[in-house]
């Protein structure tokens, strides 16, 4: 059960800290603590609750109270919120479960960056971006910017760079030197078209405004799969001092720096010292899963990284070790502490841990009942699938929603229209994709 808020009191007036490891530690085991007894949901998926009638586990008299109560007041359990009507251990489980659950508290980016300046991005670069893509950017990319000024480095390795959105926007308007890495081919593609579109525009406005002798430079797009902290330190330290890499660069296998120099050519290269340094910042808006974690590592193992911001998503693909002897190069769990408490969380319970309690708690009764309707749908055709098919069980079928995979063709298509024709793009959309502003995702 996920939470909102932290460092609350919980059963016996607990308030638990990070201000120290051995307090951080605390938490820990408290929280471990408390989830041993409830593993049995942990370990489930949300819709086997429907299909295994795990209802029948929960206390009796929990589920008499909560079946009289409103959607909108169940909306609000995953919040930590209680109603004083509630028995006394029910009470007592959500409170305690709100005092053991992470700070989630928005922080204030002017006391966290004093000085930074949010600029609002102009129509041609943010073309293709939705208005939480454009937010996110518009404030991570002056955050990037700061930092890397801070520290004094003028290069920024984009880890898991998508479309090329931010590192385009760290180009063009941070005047910043960018390497942006992803594992798909397609989206260097589709971020080298943009970025060309793009600069034709800026090389305009600096002519009609006389500042021809400034400069500025496309980001540079690999091909990768970032597998490990040594793979991306190789990336990162041998392209960095490449000039020449107008053209994509794509890498298979391990990315060493025989691998980099056999794809880019090892001409352009041999000029390079091995013990020449160089000034990095990592970043990552939505770094999927372990690549975060790699990031961290990278961060904490190399003397070139002078900053790491990572934005990170995808937790529930984190991978996780299965041995018993923890390996570092696994994502969860990360610091030394967790991995000396020998916890597991598995797929399911990641899953779990990723629902957001604000979403919940805004949805409202329409949007509540149509999600419980989503879930319900989705366990009765499992449900079926296992009576009637069960061969098709045992092949592991994708079951579930499409809508956020035909948003990502439709805004495909859309990048690679000319950007001179974005009215049409936009009518074009409207036409076709009447269903593009509706948000098809289906809270697992």
């Known amino acids: 059960m996920a939470g909102g808020g932290g460092g609350g009191t919980g059963t016996g007036g607990r308030k638990y800290s990070c201000k120290t490891a051995t307090e951080t530690l605390e938490w820990i085991h408290g929280i471990i603590g408390f989830l041993a007894r409830y593993r049995f949901f942990l370990d489930a998926h949300v819709v086997n609750f429907f299909k295994d009638r795990l209802w029948e586990a929960v206390d009796g008299e929990w589920m008499d109270c909560l079946r009289k109560e409103p959607v909108e007041k169940l909306l609000q359990i995953p919040s930590g919120v209680v109603q004083d009507h509630w028995p006394a251990s029910l009470k007592d489980y959500v409170l305690t479960v709100r005092s053991l659950s992470l700070p989630r508290d928005q922080a204030d980016i002017q006391e966290a960056f004093p000085g930074v300046r949010v600029a609002e991005l102009n129509n041609v670069i943010s073309q293709g971006m939705n208005r939480k893509k454009k937010h996110e950017i518009e404030v991570l990319a002056a955050v990037i910017g700061s930092i890397a000024r801070r520290v004094g480095s ?134 999927c899963g372990d690549l975060s974690v790699t990031m961290l590592r990278t961060f904490m193992e190399c003397d070139e990284v002078k900053a790491v911001i990572s934005v990170g998503c995808c937790y529930n693909l984190l991978s996780e070790d299965d041995t018993m002897e923890a390996d570092n190069q696994f994502g969860f769990p990360v610091s030394n502490g967790a991995k000396s408490a020998s916890f597991k969380l598995g797929k399911n319970a990641r899953d779990l841990a990723c629902q957001s309690p604000d979403r919940w708690r805004t949805l409202g009764e329409a949007a509540g009942l149509h999600n419980f309707e989503l879930h319900s749908f989705r366990a009765s055709f499992q449900m079926v699938l296992f009576r009637y098919y069960p061969e098709i069980t045992f092949k592991n079928p994708s079951i579930g929603r499409q809508g956020k995979a035909m948003r990502r063709q439709h805004n495909r298509r859309i990048l690679e229209l000319d950007a001179d024709s974005a009215d049409s793009a936009e009518s074009f959309s409207q036409k076709n994709f009447p269903w593009f502003a509706v948000d098809a995702n289906l809270t697992y």
């Open 154 to 287: 003028n290069t920024v390795i984009d880890v898991g760079s998508g479309q090329g959105y931010l590192a385009q926007v760290l180009s063009f308007e941070q005047d910043l030197s960018v390497i942006a890495i992803d594992a798909s081919s397609h989206h260097g593609s589709i971020t080298d078209a943009r970025a060309k579109r793009i600069e034709k525009y800026y090389a305009a406005k600096l002519c009609n405004s006389r500042l021809q002798n400034k400069g500025f430079s496309r980001p540079r797009t690999v091909t990768c799969q970032v597998l490990s902290p040594a793979m991306l330190k190789h990336v990162g330290s041998s392209l960095v001092q490449v000039d020449d890499l107008d053209k994509p660069i794509i890498i298979r296998g391990q990315a060493d720096r025989k691998s980099v120099e056999e794809t880019h050519g090892s001409k352009s290269l041999s000029s390079l010292k091995d013990n020449a340094k160089s000034s990095l910042v990592l970043a990552g808006l939505h770094a």
